[in-house]
């Protein structure tokens, strides 16, 4: 157990819809990742965090938004969803967010789009 | 942009037997990670190097940062059916971050 939970576990929705996925980071982490993982497209990273501030993007579409509330929980927003949306969506936590810090990963959420 | 290609896409062994696998990298990195994904579940950090030639175990597992800073290696000795998974090769992804970027993954079958 990494200490970093995520809900839900499974969600499934339709083409269009919109879905807030929830991380809750270890106990005294400031830093909050989020990680899209596909068939097709591996393991890539989002959106960081950091105390309630953006810190870096990745290959986050315009869809799809983040946030860190000041407990430090983060959501993830993914908005007219589509089927290539489908995918596991993990979120990992870090002490302070600082280059070679261990970021340790949540169980993730699978998300189904029909 | 950069690019992790793991080697091989996927192992079928014995239970016993030594497992090795690599990473390279289409550019130089200065930390190497290994991490491995059980089905289900998040990825868990097996093993960091910091350093070109470093040579890092873990238990059973033994990782190497190549001197090109470009590759890095994993061998897994002796395996058993918990071996089982996917393991990933990772780095942070530019100047100054933390966020990672992840190679293309081994997927590891132990056959009892």
């Known amino acids: 157990d990494s200490g970093v939970t995520q809900t839900p576990k499974h969600l499934i929705t339709a083409t269009g819809q919109r879905v807030t996925l929830r991380c809750s980071p270890r106990s005294g982490d400031l830093s909050v990742y989020w990680y899209q993982q596909s068939l097709d497209q591996g393991l890539q990273f989002l959106i960081q965090?950091?105390?309630?501030?953006?810190?870096a993007k990745g290959n986050i579409l315009e869809r799809f938004s983040a946030q860190q509330f000041p407990d430090l929980h983060s959501e993830l927003n993914l908005s007219s969803l589509e089927l290539g949306d489908s995918a596991l969506y993990f979120c990992a936590s870090s002490p302070g967010g600082g280059r070679g810090e261990t970021q340790y990963f949540g169980p993730g959420t699978r998300l189904l789009v029909l | 942009g950069q690019q992790l290609n793991q080697s091989p896409q996927s192992m079928f062994i014995q239970e016993g037997e030594d497992v090795s696998m690599n990473c390279t990298s289409s550019s130089i990195f200065n930390t190497w990670l290994w991490y491995k994904q059980d089905p289900g579940e998040g990825p868990v950090l097996l093993i960091a190097l910091y350093k070109a030639g470093e040579l890092t175990s873990n238990g059973r597992l033994t990782a190497q940062f190549g001197i090109t800073r470009k590759d890095s290696f994993l061998n897994i000795s002796a395996s058993i059916p918990s071996d089982v998974g996917i393991y990933f090769c990772a780095g942070p992804s530019g100047a100054g971050a933390n966020n990672l970027f992840f190679g293309t993954g081994t997927r590891l079958t132990v056959i009892p």
């Open positions: 965090y950091y105390n309630g501030e953006e810190r």
